[in-house]
């Protein structure tokens, strides 16, 4: 298959050889052929060496999204490929359908070779975000590779993506979420480390759940015993199930959403939990932890992020040592603090010394005992720094 031809300047050509996924308008010198919003283009050097192949974006900085450093069709064969060798990489992390842990990350874009495509899993529904049109264009391709490789384990894909995809001239605009193939009731219970979850991927934040926090649930774990935990921007109750289950004393969870609170209150009962050892609060998080009187042996931060584009990271910085100026004077005297950044834009030195400035603020002595990441099924590609997202500090208050 022939497809347009982007060819480069010649001072660009090594950038590409670096293998980073994205390719930048300024290093385009001219095209040949019809490039059109979610077109496969194949990349060129000014004297016709190949050197990569990927999907075209029109108008924005990032021209070429790359799919592939080897010269292949895109086609029914190539996503089958790519899929079967991210599914096999989470089967080596010890996930997959028949073990404790039945939701996870199949494909995270750049991270698989695929940039602007997330599927994740859920106890037999695949969901779909496409963050590009040529993603989206390929949606079909995409549905069948999902079916080929995950055969009888898989029973819906549903796609998620009106929010997702880019506003541009000339696209559609008329996109809905909607299923793919087959259908599947939400909520949908399913398990993680053996707690349990109900999941709802039509109407819930992202694909339905926060995937990427399993591990970091898990450490919690290890310290919850006996002690009091406020879980702030607690959505549906990850951080605070995990808490009740290794022994907290009392779990309270903070969220301004009311629809949060109440999967949150029904995550916990599915863990057989109740309002003795639970309260779900319904309330602004800064106003909370202002007016809170009653310091906590754990406080979590998980926020939403600050900061989505570069020209937002000055404020977002100065949210994040809002709250954890806050935050820290929640946490009793030999408490622990987590505090988290899924901000893109806010790298991890960053996010390092705003928690600093906050301590300084707060000025009581605090060791940092982990440095937190995502997990292993939310892999970073070694030539794309930018898809660390997920930072966070877990600190010893004294």
């Not at 390719?23 to 016709?48: H, M, W």
């Not at 005297?333 to 705003?354: E, M």
Request: contains cysteine.
């Amino acid at each position: 298959m022939t497809y347009p031809k982007v060819i480069l300047h010649r001072h660009r050509v090594a950038a590409l050889e670096r293998r980073h996924p994205w390719l930048f308008s300024g290093a385009i010198q001219r095209i040949e052929g019809k490039a059109t919003e979610g077109c496969v283009v194949d990349i060129y050097t000014p004297d016709n060496q190949y050197v990569a192949t990927g999907h075209f974006q029109a108008g924005g900085s990032i021209a070429v999204r790359l799919l592939s450093f080897e010269q292949t069709p895109i086609d029914a064969h190539f996503w089958t490929q790519k899929i079967q060798l991210a599914y096999q990489y989470r089967q080596q992390l010890g996930l997959g359908v028949l073990s404790a842990t039945n939701v996870f990350r199949l494909i995270n874009a750049e991270g698989d070779g695929l940039p602007g495509l997330i599927v994740d899993y859920y106890h037999g529904t695949a969901v779909v975000q496409m963050h590009t049109w040529g993603m989206y264009n390929a949606k079909d391709d995409i549905c069948e590779a999902l079916k080929n490789v995950l055969g009888n384990s898989l029973h819906a894909i549903y796609h998620k993506s009106a929010e997702t995809l880019p506003k541009l001239k000339g696209s559609p605009d008329t996109i809905e979420n909607g299923y793919l193939w087959g259908m599947t009731a939400v909520p949908s219970v399913v398990t993680e480390n053996h707690h349990r979850f109900a999941i709802d991927w039509e109407t819930g934040q992202k694909t339905g759940f926060f995937i990427d926090q399993r591990l970091n649930r898990q450490l919690l774990a290890d310290y919850a015993q006996g002690k009091t935990v406020l879980n702030a921007f607690s959505y549906s109750g990850g951080f605070s199930v995990y808490a009740l289950v290794a022994g907290a004393l009392r779990v309270d969870s903070v969220d301004v959403s009311q629809k949060a609170i109440d999967l949150c209150n029904q995550n916990v009962a599915l863990n057989n939990f109740d309002s003795l050892q639970h309260q779900a609060i319904c309330d602004d998080v800064l106003k909370y932890l202002q007016h809170n009187t009653t310091p906590y042996d754990i406080v979590v931060l998980d926020p939403p992020a600050f900061a989505k584009h570069l020209d937002a990271r000055h404020k977002a910085v100065q949210g994040y040592k809002r709250l954890n100026v806050l935050g820290l004077k929640n946490v009793k005297p030999g408490g622990i603090l987590f505090t988290f950044s899924c901000s893109a834009v806010v790298d991890r030195q960053l996010f390092y010394d705003t928690i600093v400035a906050a301590a300084i603020e707060v000025g009581r002595n605090i060791r940092v005992m982990h440095q937190l990441s995502q997990p292993p099924d939310h892999p970073i590609s070694i030539y794309h720094t930018e898809g660390h997202y997920l930072k966070g500090l877990v600190l010893y208050v004294e």
